[in-house]
């Protein structure tokens, strides 16, 4: 699943010159699986289908991302990212499930109800 929200905004002190810091969805994916899903780091690499030293890497660089937006009082944006979902994801518009296409054929109608009226969720 792609993250539910696209960005988090600091309440109280905030200064929206500053930059925002910007977390890829790789690295969302990974403090997730190990921080809310409490998957170790070698359940997570398997799923991710990525080495374990990489998904230290990743988690490394969540952790330091996350404490220094909450510390410093900053905006996250959640955007980007290649490896893991690098292709389209698309929401259906009467049953709001998201879903992607590992085809890479633009799906006509949604996966799970049917209904036509799907649109694509930009990253
Ligand atoms: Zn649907």
């Not at 030293?53 to 510390?71: D, H, N, P, Q």
Request: include cysteine.
């Amino acid at each position: 699943m792609p993250p539910r929200a696209k960005a988090f905004m600091p309440v109280g002190y905030y200064k929206s010159s500053s930059e925002a810091v910007q977390l890829n969805i790789e690295e969302f994916e990974v403090f997730r699986l190990l921080d809310y899903e409490g998957l170790t780091q070698v359940e997570a690499a398997k799923l991710m289908q990525v080495s374990r030293s990489g998904v230290a890497r990743i988690y490394e660089k969540a952790r330091y991302k996350l404490a220094k937006a909450l510390t410093e009082a900053k905006k996250i944006n959640i955007e980007g990212g290649s490896n893991l979902f690098d292709n389209d994801w698309y929401e259906c518009e009467r049953c709001n499930s998201k879903f992607n296409n590992p085809a890479r054929e633009s799906p006509r109608v949604c996966p799970l109800c049917n209904s036509a009226f799907i649109h694509m969720v930009n990253n």
